[in-house]
Nanobody, 119 residues
Framework: QVQLVESGGGLVQAGGSLKLSCAAS????????VAWFRQAPGKEREFVAR????????NYGDSVKGRFTISRDNAKNTAYLQMNSLKPEDTADYYC????????????WGQGTQVTVSS
């Protein structure tokens, strides 16, 4: 079992920045990848970014590419999402999820953290 806890959300003006954290605990493994998803009110869940823990390979959703950066701190077992040049369209609940390379599915999800971008 893996537990994920997101933090760092809040209210920010358009053009500003926020850095989200995803702290992992429990039966963590370097075979996992960690991803960020988001879901705005009344909208379906959207992929934001992903990073593999072993080699740090990253990929991003088209809507955030060039503005958001995902990273990891191995010692702290924490993934981050640096969000720059924020737009009102980025307003959503942001969720951290862990994907087992062996299982191939996002097995574990955090509770989410709210990001609100005002115009």
């Amino acid at each position: 079992q893996v537990q994920l806890v997101e933090s760092g959300g809040g209210l920010v003006q358009a053009g500003g920045s926020l850095k989200l954290s995803c702290a992992a605990s429990g039966r963590t493994s370097s075979t996992y990848a960690v991803a960020w998803f988001r879901q705005a009110p009344g909208k379906e869940r959207e992929f934001v970014a992903r990073i593999t823990w072993k080699d740090g390979r990253t990929n991003y959703g088209d809507s955030v590419k060039g503005r958001f950066t995902i990273s990891r701190d191995n010692a702290k077992n924490t993934a981050y999402l640096q969000m720059n040049s924020l737009k009102p369209e980025d307003t959503a609940d942001y969720y951290c999820a862990a994907q087992s390379v062996v299982v191939g599915q996002y097995q574990y999800w955090g509770q989410g953290t709210q990001v609100t971008v005002s115009s």
